[in-house]
């Protein structure tokens, strides 16, 4: 299941939103987001995929950047390579932890910030997980809302290198009700 909106951008172009339902460790982008915490201990959730399907490189140099920088706090970005995954970077972002409503700034954070390092990083594609949906159990509902409301606020003045970003989970209820969500709003950024 794929699904596309576009976004027109500031100046010139427009992004591409996407919202697959398959395995972010096999998308073909410039970077993918992990929903890390804020150890980089990758054991399970999509932090255990990554490092199993790119392998333990990217443990090892995660393991190097808490030792070097400390802990990345929450909606925070630590960038690594990508070990074996077919990507140019693998960008760690701590998500929220429960549901509770003062998570739905940390996610926010989490968003811009992935964004914005893509940007900085003139990357022209990006795939996020649902950052906090799973193993951390934030809900499903707020993280629609915020994700929703968080994109389009950060691309309506936008002018960066993002051509393409794209929502993925492995459960396709989930990315269907984040669709249906974009798609039953008018979004215009002119």
């Not at 150890?39 to 990217?58: C, D, M, N, P, Q």
């Not at 090892?60 to 950047?65: A, G, L, P, T």
């Not at 630590?78 to 998500?95: C, D, F, M, S």
Request: charged share 25%.
């Amino acid at each position: 299941m794929t699904r596309e909106l576009e976004i027109t951008k500031k100046e010139k172009g427009i992004i591409l939103l996407q919202f697959i339902c398959a395995d972010i460790t096999r998308l073909e982008v410039d970077a993918i987001v992990n929903a890390a915490n804020s150890y980089l201990k990758h054991g399970g959730g999509v932090a255990g995929a990554i490092v199993r399907s790119g392998g333990t490189e990217i443990q090892k140099e995660s393991d190097e950047y808490v030792q070097k920088h400390g802990p990345v706090a929450p909606g925070s970005v630590a960038v690594t390579g990508p070990g074996r995954l077919n990507v140019k970077y693998i960008l760690h972002t701590v998500g929220p932890i429960g549901d509770k409503v003062e998570n739905d700034i940390i996610l926010s954070k989490c968003l811009s910030n992935v964004f914005g390092k893509a940007s900085e990083l003139r990357l022209n594609s990006v795939a996020l997980p649902f950052i906090g949906t799973g193993i951390f159990g934030y809900s499903l509902d707020r993280f629609i809302e915020v994700t929703y409301k968080t994109t389009i606020n950060y691309f309506s003045d936008y002018s960066g290198s993002l051509e393409k970003v794209i929502f993925c989970d492995i459960d396709e209820q989930k990315v269907e009700r984040l669709w249906q969500k974009f798609q039953s709003m008018k979004i215009d950024t002119n």
